[in-house]
């Protein structure tokens, strides 16, 4: 029986980030991380393990969790379940930054961002209210513009911050619209008090709600980098620091979609919504669809890893949104097949966390950006290539790796529900990222090349391995990932 806090997994991770910036106050001069390297990793650890503790006790899974601050905030299995990926990448990205921002100023800062912005994403995947909803998206949004245009005095940097700051600030302006407009169609912000006005009939008002919901869906297609919300994602992840890169592209997204999950599911319920024309699982497929083809496509036509992987990560987001778009009113499976994008959420954020790692690598020795620049590492720095070549086969699904089997089952469920006409699309993509990701691994190993390479990063090294563990783990101890997910997801369809 669990006796801490239920928000214990939330709390490690906002105290540790005011643990960083505590430190940094007494010493703000210092440019040692391996202090804040240290606190920061050792807190996101301990959130890891309260939310595997808590998962571990059944917390969540089987019931509707545990409500907190007038039902504002709930705590159960899939936000358990999603706090443990956001405390896993923050450690593998934390690890990482203390060679990459080696000897720069404001290592602090840097930090302490970090963590506030997974403390909000722990509380974004708890949110049971819109209002709450909101206020959690913006703890997560203002660190991550400052993060992504943290190395000030790098041109790419500070545009791709700017970037990023003008088209997040018109995302949060649509969704606190929507959310104002269900609020007035509803008379509520609680998500079970949403719903229940949705089963009662909306009468006239229904056009209102509609219009809200569809703003709603903007504002976590924007955090999930999904199209047409899609256009700061490369120039973000390519301006902004490979770590932070890492960072937005695994966490941030997973937030993007812990949000999408709840709200939709628990808030607009797909059959008295559907009845009163508003039929948010077409729209999903429909994003689904654009999202796959434009990110796939995309990602096959550039000259650049970074920006290739950037693209490569809408793509991602396509295939999550299967475990919005295969959900039906009617169907007993809606619990696995989005259990199943929740597993492919937690398998993404070790592969590709790994390959954004390796690119900071690659930036830290001073290698190039372009598919060339890669030409003969894997004879000089065979364990970082061989670690590059498995992120990659395991992103585009290649068996036996992690990323085949999460794509598995969710292809599988989105099959059973029917829509055997997306995952055709699905597969299609998914066989045109080998293409991509192949040009990498062919530039590691079978492409000549002269480096001069100096310097161990033992810290960037370290993330790669755990990153590496991580995904090959995730081959014998997929099935109690992937259990663990489609009882956390059922729970919030009983």
Do not use: C
């Amino acid at each position: 029986m669990v006796t801490a806090p239920p928000l214990t997994p939330t709390f490690l991770l906002g105290l540790t980030a005011l643990a960083v910036l505590t430190y940094d106050s007494v010493w703000p001069d210092s440019t040692d991380g391996s202090v804040l390297t240290g606190i920061s990793v050792v807190g996101s650890l301990a959130s890891l393990a309260a939310a595997g503790w808590f998962l571990t006790a059944g917390t969540g899974l089987a019931t509707d969790g545990v409500s907190l601050y007038a039902d504002a905030v709930v705590v159960d299995g899939m936000s358990l379940f999603f706090t443990a990926l956001f405390a896993a990448v923050t450690i593998l990205v934390s690890l990482a930054s203390f060679d990459y921002f080696a000897g720069k100023e404001n290592q602090g800062e840097l930090f302490g961002l970090m963590l506030l912005a997974a403390t909000g994403m722990s509380l974004m995947a708890s949110a049971n209210s819109l209002a709450t909803a909101f206020v959690a998206l913006e703890l997560v949004s203002l660190p991550s513009y400052a993060l992504v245009a943290f190395l000030k005095n790098d041109r790419g940097s500070s545009e791709a911050g700017l970037k990023y700051f003008l088209i997040g600030a018109l995302s949060s302006a649509i969704f606190v619209f929507g959310v104002s407009l269900i609020y007035g169609a509803t008379g509520s912000l609680l998500l079970p008090d949403v719903a229940a006005a949705f089963e009662s009939g909306l009468g006239d008002r229904v056009g209102i709600a509609g219009v809200g919901v569809l703003m709603v869906a903007g504002g976590v297609a924007f955090k999930a980098a999904a199209v047409p919300f899609h256009f700061w994602a490369p120039e973000a992840y390519e301006g902004a620091p490979a770590p932070v890169s890492a960072f937005l592209s695994s966490a941030s997204k997973a937030a993007g979609f812990a949000l999408a999950f709840r709200v939709f599911v628990v808030g607009f319920p797909l059959g008295p919504a559907a009845s009163a024309g508003i039929d948010w699982a077409l729209l999903f497929q429909v994003l689904a669809v654009a999202t796959m083809v434009l990110g796939n496509f995309a990602a096959a036509t550039q000259d650049e890893v970074k920006r290739m992987l950037a693209y490569s990560s809408i793509g991602h987001a396509g295939y999550v949104l299967i475990g919005l778009a295969a959900l039906s009113a009617e169907a007993s499976t809606n619990g696995d097949v989005m259990g199943a994008a929740m597993a492919h959420l937690f398998v993404y954020g070790f592969m590709n966390t790994g390959a954004f790692l390796f690119v900071a690598l690659a930036e830290n020795w001073g290698v190039g950006r372009r598919f060339e620049d890669y030409n003969g590492l894997g004879a000089e720095k065979p364990f970082a290539a061989v670690a590059m070549t498995a992120f990659l086969f395991s992103l585009a699904g290649v068996p036996p790796l992690g990323g085949f089997f999460s794509k598995l089952f969710l292809f599988a469920g989105a099959v059973e529900a029917g829509l055997w006409w997306l995952v055709v699309i699905a597969v299609i993509n998914s066989s045109l990222s080998l293409f991509y990701y192949s040009r990498v691994v062919r530039a590691l190993w079978f492409e000549e090349g002269d480096h001069d390479l100096s310097g161990a990063p033992t810290a960037l090294y370290a993330a790669l391995a755990v990153a590496l563990i991580g995904t090959v783990v995730l081959l014998p101890g997929f099935g109690p990932v992937i259990e663990t997910a489609q009882q956390a997801a059922t729970a919030l369809f009983a």
